[in-house]
């Protein structure tokens, strides 16, 4: 029990230091992770400890009922929630590949499960075995890396922010019909209203950057499109500037930096705007263009987020696209050889395929 405490009190200082010195981080949300999971375990040590307490017998009895509920039919329900997504999303909105990806991930979830019935149904050969080890080995690692990607994005969502701005980078995403979509409006939105609490609070108003260049079946540059909207909305266009030559976030973020440093001014307190589900691979870019500045995000359709998560994730993975393959490559390895170890009696190599069996199953 001292050594789960010890290291749960050492997972939050760890996480308090990261998220410090950088919101828009994977980190801050990993050791957030590590820390909810060693408090569990000293948790689950104390209530063994007294176990004649009732409150630590009925508490004990109802998580037990949530995790054997959660092992039983969490990926049935995990299953039914993207396809349920997926159906709303392909019923509103474009046919694409990015939104597409509920719907596939929902069917890859289904998949697995049938694999995994199909393999403990036969008498699979040992080569078999070990590669669906590795692969399970494969999914428990990326699986525990999305749980800290979704905490370190939910961490950049409840961040509050300093309402002293002098700019405010307002990220584009797509035009309908030539004017600002659902989405992109929520994102100008955004930052209208986070520049009139400015505004009321401390009589100074932010310039806001609009970030976004032409796509090809645009009939203007998102830019464009974000001041017409932000004008409509009555804000001053006086301190609207544009930044129409951007293609994608990295270069929102680099050629913005250009539109500030342009003006010559002292004043460069600085954030973005833009939906909830892309503030923490914003981030990202922001500090790769020279920029540590922290953002604020729009609300974004319950239905529409499992897909955009996934998305910013994958997206997120291709930019540490060696890192990931290593990474990959690497658990894939270590599961696959757990199994062919296990069959010469060595015991670590056991309770390394057994980890994984219950991790995933």
């Not at 104390?46 to 176990?51: E, F, K, L, P």
């Not at 004990?60 to 299953?79: K, W």
């Not at 930052?191 to 009321?200: G, S, T």
């Not at 301190?239 to 680099?254: D, F, P, V, Y």
């Amino acid at each position: 029990m001292n050594m789960a405490f010890f290291c749960s009190l050492l997972s939050l200082s760890a996480f308090i230091i990261c998220f410090k010195k950088d919101k828009s981080s994977i980190y801050p949300g990993l050791f957030l992770d590590i820390f909810a999971a060693f408090a569990a375990l000293s948790y689950f040590l104390i209530s063994r400890a007294y176990s004649e307490w009732i409150f630590f017998r009925i508490s004990r009895a109802v998580i037990s009922a949530v995790l054997i509920l959660v092992s039983l039919f969490g990926l049935y329900i995990l299953a039914a929630f993207f396809l349920w997504s997926s159906g709303i999303v392909l019923r509103r909105r474009k046919r694409t590949a990015s939104n597409n990806l509920s719907l596939a991930f929902g069917i890859a979830i289904i998949a697995f499960i049938i694999a995994s019935a199909f393999v403990k149904s036969i008498d699979a050969p040992d080569w078999l075995k070990a590669l669906w080890t590795g692969l399970k080995a494969f999914m428990l690692v990326y699986f525990a890396h999305l749980c800290a990607f979704l905490t370190s994005l939910l961490l950049c969502n409840i961040s509050k922010l300093d309402e002293n701005q002098d700019f405010i980078i307002v990220l584009g995403c797509g035009l309908k019909n030539g004017e600002a979509s659902p989405l992109l409006a929520s994102r100008v939105t955004r930052a209208i209203e986070y520049a009139a609490r400015q505004k009321a609070k401390s009589g100074t108003c932010p310039f806001l950057v609009m970030s976004g260049g032409q796509g090809q079946d645009e009939i203007r540059p998102e830019a464009e499109a974000m001041k017409i909207f932000a004008v409509r909305q009555g804000y001053d266009p006086r301190h609207i500037l544009l930044e129409s030559k951007s293609r994608n976030t990295s270069e929102n973020m680099a050629y913005s930096k250009k539109v500030i440093e342009a003006l010559n001014t002292s004043n460069r307190k600085c954030i973005f705007a833009t939906s909830s589900f892309h503030l923490l691979r914003s981030g990202v870019c922001a500090r790769r263009a020279g920029m540590k500045i922290d953002g604020i995000g729009a609300k974004t359709p319950l239905y529409y987020l499992p897909g955009a998560i996934l998305r910013e994730y994958i997206a997120y993975i291709v930019m540490r696209k060696e890192a990931s393959i290593a990474v990959a490559g690497l658990s894939f390895a270590l599961g696959s050889a757990a199994w062919t170890l296990r069959l010469f009696d060595m015991p670590i190599c056991s309770q390394i395929h057994l980890f994984f069996s219950l991790a995933i199953h």
